[in-house]
């Protein structure tokens, strides 16, 4: 379902008012990965070593400076911070289904689905769609937020850190979400994070990247029970005790 090979993306710092470009910072620097359909692959590392610019390459934000991306269908994205992604001027149902009304879809199909859309996500308040996003939770701002993701039924979900700025009471509550609506409707998962502990329990395989590179690639099982790289071996020391 997705398809990534030799994927690079560089950023130049400016160092004069003339606009001269000074050190080449390589955020994504080489690279490649697949993800078959209907599985998760984990994208883990420390802040800045390129997780997100990938997910910005893969889903058309940023354009690469080499490589290839290929997928099998259409793809959404899920952000952080539900709160800084929602539109606070728009009630919830505008949000879910704006892109279906950019598609032309008839104004009593959108109020379907959304209300469709909602159930999926198990908010079930009937007036839930005609309230603002400061009138829910975060959590309830998150589902909201994958509601919108699912309402066209892409292929491929990208989720950048979906759960990190929730409370961790929450987190585990929206991770199951997802899972349940990853079988129900056959999605390919793109799940990066900076946290071990919910790549493990979300990922069919994961990737590990330094400074750009993806330094292991391997099933979830061989990089928590027999870590190769270095790197992977301190990230998972890291874990806190709990």
Known sequence: MIQITGLKKYF?????LFGKTGERVKAVDGVSFSVPQGKTFGLVGESGSGKTTVARLISGILTPDAGSISIGGNVDIVFQDPESSL?????AG?????SLRVKGVSRKEITERVRDALREVSIKDPESNGRYPYQFSGGERQRIAIARAII?????????????????????????LLKDIQQK???TYLFISHDLRVIEFMS???????????VEVASRDDI???????????????????
Request: charged fraction near 25%; charge should be negative; aromatic fraction near 4%.
């Open 94 to 98: 505008d949000i879910i289904g704006e």
């Open 204 to 214: 069919d395989t994961v990737g590990v990247m330094k400074d750009g590179r993806l």
């Open 152 to 176: 066209c039924r892409p292929a491929v979900i990208i989720l950048d850190e979906p759960v990190s700025s929730l409370d961790v009471s929450i987190q585990a509550s929206v991770l199951n």
């Open 87 to 91: 539109n606070p001027r728009m009630r």
């Open 12 to 16: 130049y710092e400016k160092k004069t």
């Open 224 to 242: 928590y029970l027999a870590p190769q790289n270095a790197y992977t071996r301190h990230l998972l020391d890291s874990i806190p005790e709990i």
């Open 185 to 187: 409707l056959g999605l």
